[in-house]
């Protein structure tokens, strides 16, 4: 029996003045989770969407179970029994489990209502076969994230499935979300799905793959077993060089302190938070899913507004009430949300580049068009952003590129404070590297950087100093060259207990 459900062979797809996929070529096989590793601009979600339908291939053939197709529409993907759980979860949270999982697919009664006591018994036949234990009336909106991933999932179940991809799906997910997603991809492993796992973390990738196919500029590189892999070989063939250091960090030297804030408080979020951070050193903010480390800096950016508490600037009390006020305070903020509240992404990439200083080109009722335009192409050069041209619209980069845009953006600014949530979410080693760079030559320039990160090595790496919060309240400080300056006290602070005691 031939085990390759799906096949795609010398795949070739272009857009103006971009190659996207060049003779790309993969095989999905019953019960294999096949890995798919590539830096941001590779071609990996071109490829998604050639195997669901959304693009037409220019050139190369699909194969589904030997039969050649040519899909129309997601909808002739779907029938051919390929599924995709994306990144950002098609979930309307207005509506319950049942109708989300049933969407498009509803059942009725011979008189004609929907027959919710049948779709609600498969929601929990479906969701048990995940380890899954939900109502099928409750709205999606009380979710957590991990259980609105499962629903997504169940959908594919539902659909009968036969190919099931998963995008990046951890990357929004606590570590104990993630371990439970991995017993469901397992899981649908012994019921003979082929899974194709979209991931950047290489550590996911050697703990749930069997085989693993890497991309650079469009095209395949290797596919291979995973137990033939190493961290090192698949960053070689991912970047065409060796990473020797992942976490470049150089020695600081801090100075003064930038920012103070005392006892913040923001009912039901967090409560009586106090840190100093100092010019010339990065900050880590550590802590699990939902601990409070970003409701405390949209606070301090004046995104949300406080119930009580103190922010001081170089020693002066600021009161800041919007977030103009932290930008003329000389702060900078980079959201972990870079779609929804980084970038405009309609709008070109040197016009996204110039959102927060386009003052600086004003004169009278003009713009200095040609201040923007040599602006971007200097930001594009230093930050090495793929782009056609600066005139291309973001929402046709990356995601890596589309992060740069939006750093970018806030280096324009010249701040003193830059504030990096969750920087480097869901993209590439290359593209991290860099990111590491930028807050490296900030540092060094005497500025004040945090970063907020869900990713212990990336803390660990970076930081002079870690503070550790959970459930919206600060359980302790590390400092770089402490004993307790390790993963294990770090979680062990996240998970409620003392830095450094048993």
């Not at 103009?324 to 980084?342: L, P």
Request: aromatic residues 6%; hydrophobic residues 40%.
């Amino acid at each position: 029996m031939n085990d390759v459900i799906v096949e795609l062979k010398d795949i070739k797809k272009f857009f103006p003045g971009v190659t996207a996929l060049k003779n790309m070529s993969i095989q999905l096989k019953r019960g294999e989770i096949h890995g798919l590793i590539g830096e941001n601009g590779a071609g990996k979600s071109t490829l998604i969407k050639v195997l669901t339908g959304v693009y037409k291939p220019d050139a190369g053939s699909i194969f589904v179970n030997g039969e050649e197709k040519r899909f129309q529409n997601p909808n002739e993907a779907r029938a051919a029994g390929i599924a995709c759980v994306y990144q950002e979860l098609n979930i309307v949270t207005e509506l319950s489990v049942t109708d989300n999982m049933f969407m498009g697919n509803y059942v009725k009664k011979k008189s004609g209502f929907l027959d919710y006591s049948y779709m609600d018994q498969k929601v929990k036949e479906i969701m048990s076969g995940m380890n899954q234990t939900v109502n099928p009336s409750t709205l999606c909106a009380e979710l957590g994230m991990g259980l609105r991933q499962m629903i997504e999932i169940g959908k594919a179940i539902l659909l009968e499935a036969r190919v099931l991809i998963l995008d990046e799906p951890t990357s929004s997910l606590g570590e104990k979300e993630v371990q439970e997603l991995f017993r469901t991809v397992k899981l649908l492993k012994k019921k003979g799905i082929a899974i194709l796992f979209v991931s950047h973390k290489l550590e996911e990738l050697f703990e749930l793959c069997d085989v693993v196919t890497v991309m650079r500029d469009a095209e395949h590189i290797i596919t291979a077993p995973m137990q033939e892999m190493t961290k090192d070989k698949l960053i070689m063939h991912m970047v065409g060089r060796t990473m020797s250091n992942m976490y470049p960090k150089k020695e600081s030297n801090p100075g003064e302190t930038a920012l103070e804030v005392r006892n913040l408080t923001r009912y039901g979020s967090f409560e009586n938070v106090s840190f100093t951070a100092r010019h010339g050193e990065i900050l880590g903010f550590s802590g699990l899913v939902g601990a409070g480390r970003t409701e405390v800096f949209r606070c301090v950016f004046g995104v949300d507004p406080l119930d009580a508490g103190e922010i001081f600037i170089n020693g002066k009390k600021i009161d800041i009430r919007d977030t103009r006020d932290a930008i003329a305070a000389g702060m900078a903020y980079v959201s972990e949300d870079r779609k929804g509240q980084g970038l405009v992404l309609e709008e070109s990439v040197s016009r996204n580049l110039s959102l927060v200083n386009l003052k600086k080109f004003v004169k009278g009722f003009l713009i200095n068009d040609k201040g923007v335009l040599k602006q971007a192409e200097d930001t594009v050069d230093t930050l090495k952003i793929k782009t056609p041209s600066v005139e291309s619209q973001v929402i046709n980069l990356s995601g890596g590129n589309q992060q740069k845009v939006v750093i970018g953006k806030w280096l324009n600014t010249d701040s003193a404070i830059y504030i990096f949530d969750e920087p480097t979410r869901g993209i590439d080693v290359g593209a991290k590297l860099e990111v590491y760079h930028v807050m490296n030559r900030l540092a060094s320039e005497g500025k004040c950087v945090i970063m907020i990160s869900s990713e212990l090595p990336e803390i660990l790496g970076m930081c002079d100093r870690v503070i550790v919060m959970r459930t919206g309240k600060i359980m302790g400080e590390i400092g770089r060259k402490e004993t307790y300056f390790n993963q294990e006290d770090i979680m062990k602070a996240a998970w409620g207990g003392s830095i450094g005691n048993e």
